[in-house]
């Protein structure tokens, strides 16, 4: 036989097995695991149940390994049985089916190890071997009948009584990790068995009853690794409800929990008088105020008890944390989601305002004289970790349903701004809040109002200091100095000395480290401000701050952000291109180099007004009407513009065959829409001007003509098309010795402009305003005949492109 279906590793293991003694064996278990996951052509092949003379080696050798691992699970050793139940679960998930058909004997063997006094960890690996084998069984039906349905009952019966002994049994209390590896092997199985596990869902309930909400007040400390599989496995159990009433169930069980909520809000909240009122009829029950707030009780159906004001609001927490995972689990049936009733959630959360500075009274006015001020004291530094958990709960609702929630979400945003302006101190509201108003500005923020956009000022503001905090970007203040009175200084002001120390020149900044989910969940914020929020209705200072941030923090997508969503001002101009400090900080970005060849900023009319609504239509056809041949921001390098030797300009590497120049064509040539970078010629009453934005006419020379004020590269040519080719069929007369007679018949205007790349102030990331602001600069006639005896004739273009025609430099 050959080597690929006899591999040498399974004459290993037998050997192995054979020649080891048991309680040596865990210590080899590595060395068998490999041996066995390199057999899985034996182990998967048809195999017999008993072999016989005309067997092949091979099916001898799986034999003999099966009846090895069945003798070590039936051992007297303890560390026998644990390498049994290893070896089993290898020996399974590599052969598949043919293995799973003849795991009758060894299930049997798995849930006697089960109720024995094994040590745990073996009990623990059976439960995940026996999870793994009745996994596997679900997809063959025979299987199931024969094997799944007889011993799962006996399974679940075992687990039980593991978790919860009687009280005259002298078995070990089982550890948390056992635990909450059994429920999530129910969990695991509820869904893939409901009937059969049908029977056990009340003692289920009650045994996780102490794992799904609990407080301080409890016996022990409960992880959050086995509150969350409780959670999940209680949750899972609607799906064994007879006669398809698994939605009822649901509904029923959520509906449960969100009223324990409200019941113990009455209790925690008993010092603040409330003015909400539910929506879906629910009433304040009655609250005594002569003992501290309690809850809670010893019936099957409710939570444990609890008492004081920390322990009520864990329970609140924890029922939150509850009721998101019931958003968050999937159910086999359609249910319906109490949209309402979860919304009231926020709105009484959301209505109660802590104490501020500036609010003492206000904050007086809410609470209850009947309670003393220590009460009140434990509840308002217990209310921020509510607001948080109410703020979880609203993004999960959210995400589970996306763009359904649009008719809540400006509603919601302003219930999240309320709690953030008497929380945003604390960095776990601040980055919580941060997540939620990320996710809900594509569902509100492209629609809305000045009013609203302004109110996410201190959101904005709090988000760039974070961010500035953790990139080291603010100085720390200045230590004040003592106060004078009467001429003396006051004596309970204690100064640092070594601030006057010499040596200390440079201001301190204040050094402050974010989570990486808090900053990540910033720099999404900050891009959000620029991505789905109106443009035009973000305060211009604000809008700098956020771009200042973007910038020094180096958050790429909110500058990408910044430049595909640009803010005009009232005259439709873009004042504020970041497109060089981003390609500068990122050269080797893909993304960013697609954005550099490819954007172009349009400008405005001069009428028209962007806060007003003003229609844009027009510039956006004209820059879709630019000739293919034009100098544009995605021409090539080696279409630019070089100089011969011989002083002759060449342009996109055609030469001017001829210096023939005819003079410009009469009015009745067709109109072109005058440029804005070309200076307006000077009218007189004696001499009637000829058309500005006219091409003069060449011969065999072509005319670029340009249509929009659109960007260009630097290689490209600063001004328009007709003044291009004026200057150069100029200078081919001036270096073929026309002289200056020649060249005043042509009228010429040259712009001369420099790029963000060429600025010495562009290196410095500070000079923010300076390099991006760049204005364009129009030299008269006279001053650009005296330039023509410079050598240099190539004319740099303005990044930005952001002068308007109207505005001139006297420069």
């Excluded at 309402?340 to 209505?351: E, K, P, Q, V």
């Excluded at 390098?637 to 030469?655: G, I, N, S, W």
């Excluded at 000077?682 to 340009?706: D, F, G, L, R, Y």
Aim: glycine share 4%.
């Amino acid at each position: 036989m050959s080597l690929v279906s006899l591999p040498p590793e399974l004459r290993s293991l037998c050997r192995k097995l054979t020649t080891t003694k048991p309680n040596q064996l865990p210590s080899i278990l590595p060395l068998l695991l490999k041996d066995i996951q390199r057999c899985q052509g034996p182990l998967s092949a048809p195999q017999e149940a008993k072999t016989g003379a005309n067997s092949t080696e091979a099916a001898v050798l799986v034999h003999k390994l099966r009846t090895q691992i069945t003798t070590l699970l039936n051992g007297r050793t303890v560390e026998g049985r644990f390498a049994a139940v290893v070896l089993v679960k290898a020996f399974i998930e590599t052969g598949g089916w043919e293995c799973l058909r003849l795991s009758d004997a060894w299930v049997k063997g798995l849930l006697s190890i089960l109720q024995k006094r094994d040590p745990l960890v073996t009990k623990d690996l059976c439960v995940v071997t026996l999870t793994k084998i009745y996994v596997m069984l679900q997809s063959y039906q025979t299987l199931v009948r024969e094997i799944a349905t007889p011993t799962l009952p006996t399974f679940a019966q075992a687990c039980l009584g593991i978790m919860k002994p009687p009280s005259s049994s002298k078995a070990p209390t089982p550890s948390f990790n056992f635990v909450q590896t059994m429920l999530d092997a129910f969990s695991t199985l509820v869904p893939l068995f409901p009937t059969t596990l049908r029977p056990f869902g009340g003692q289920l309930r009650s045994v996780t009853r102490q794992y799904l909400a609990p407080t301080s007040s409890d016996d022990a400390f409960i992880p959050s690794g086995l509150r969350e599989s409780s959670r999940r496995l209680v949750i899972r159990l609607h799906m064994t409800a007879a006669k398809n009433g698994g939605a009822d169930e649901w509904a029923k069980h959520l509906n449960a929990l969100i009223k324990e909520f409200h019941v113990t809000a009455d209790h925690v909240l008993r010092a603040v008088h409330e003015n909400w009122e539910s929506t879906t009829g629910y009433t304040h029950q009655t609250v005594s105020f002569e003992n501290e707030p309690a809850g809670g009780g010893d019936a099957p159906d409710q939570f444990p008890k609890w008492q004081g004001i920390q322990s009520g609001s864990e329970r609140m927490i924890s029922l939150l944390e509850y009721i998101g995972v019931c958003l968050c689990c999937s159910t086999k049936v359609a249910v319906t989601l109490p949209i309402s009733a979860l919304f009231d959630i926020l709105t009484r959360i959301a209505s109660i305002s802590p104490p501020a500075p500036g609010r003492e009274k206000t904050a007086a006015s809410q609470t209850n004289n009947a309670i003393g001020r220590e009460e009140k004291d434990d509840l308002w530094a217990v209310f921020p970790d509510i607001q948080v958990a109410v703020m979880k709960l609203c993004q999960l609702l959210i995400n589970r349903l996306e763009r359904n929630y649009v008719p809540l979400a400006q509603e919601t945003l302003d219930c999240m701004l309320r709690m953030f302006e008497t929380g945003y101190r604390l960095p776990q509201l601040r980055e919580t809040t941060f997540g939620v108003v990320s996710t809900m500005l594509p569902l509100c923020g492209p629609t809305m109002s000045k009013p609203n956009v302004a109110s996410l000022a201190l959101v904005a503001k709090t988000c760039c200091r974070d961010l500035l905090g953790h990139a080291g970007h603010i100085k720390a203040p200045k230590t004040p100095t003592p106060t004078v009175v009467n001429g003396n200084k006051t004596k309970n002001i204690t100064q640092n000395s070594d601030l006057f120390l010499t040596n200390i020149t440079e201001e301190q900044t204040l050094q402050s480290t974010l989570t990486p989910s808090h900053l990540k969940t910033a720099e999404n914020l900050l891009a959000a401000f620029f991505s789905y929020l109106p443009q035009h209705y973000i305060n211009s200072a604000l809008r700098s701050q956020l771009l200042k941030t973007a910038i020094l923090c180096r958050v790429k997508d909110a500058q990408i952000a910044s430049v595909l969503h640009p803010s005009r001002d009232r005259s439709g101009r873009i004042p504020q291109v970041i497109l060089p400090f981003l390609y500068r900080q990122f050269p080797h970005d893909e993304s960013i180099e697609v954005l550099r060849f490819n954007f172009r900023p349009m400008t405005a009319s001069v009428k028209a007004d962007f806060a007003d609504g003003g229609d844009y239509a027009d510039d956006e056809d004209a820059a879709m009407a630019e000739p293919a041949d034009g100098y544009a921001f995605d021409k090539p390098f080696e279409a630019a513009a070089t100089q011969d030797d011989d002083t002759e300009m060449v342009v996109d590497d055609e030469p001017a065959t001829s210096s023939k120049v005819e003079p410009s064509p009469p009015a009745t040539a067709l109109p072109v829409e005058p440029s804005p970078f070309l200076a307006e010629p000077i009218s007189s009453s004696s001499t009637k001007p000829e058309p500005v934005a006219a091409a003069p006419a060449v011969t065999e020379s072509p005319v670029h003509t340009m249509t929009t004020r659109s960007l260009k590269r630097k290689s490209s040519s600063g001004v328009d098309a007709a003044a291009a080719t004026k200057k150069r069929v100029e200078v081919e007369k001036k270096g073929r010795g026309k002289g200056k007679k020649a060249a005043a018949a042509v009228e010429e205007t040259t712009t001369t402009a420099t790029t963000a790349e060429d600025d010495p102030g562009f290196s410095s990331v500070g000079s923010l305003v300076e390099s991006t602001l760049k204005k364009t600069v129009l030299v008269p006639k006279e001053a650009a005949d005296d330039d023509d005896d410079s050598d240099d004739e190539s004319v740099h273009l303005n990044m930005e492109l952001d002068s308007d025609g109207d505005e001139e430099d006297d420069e």
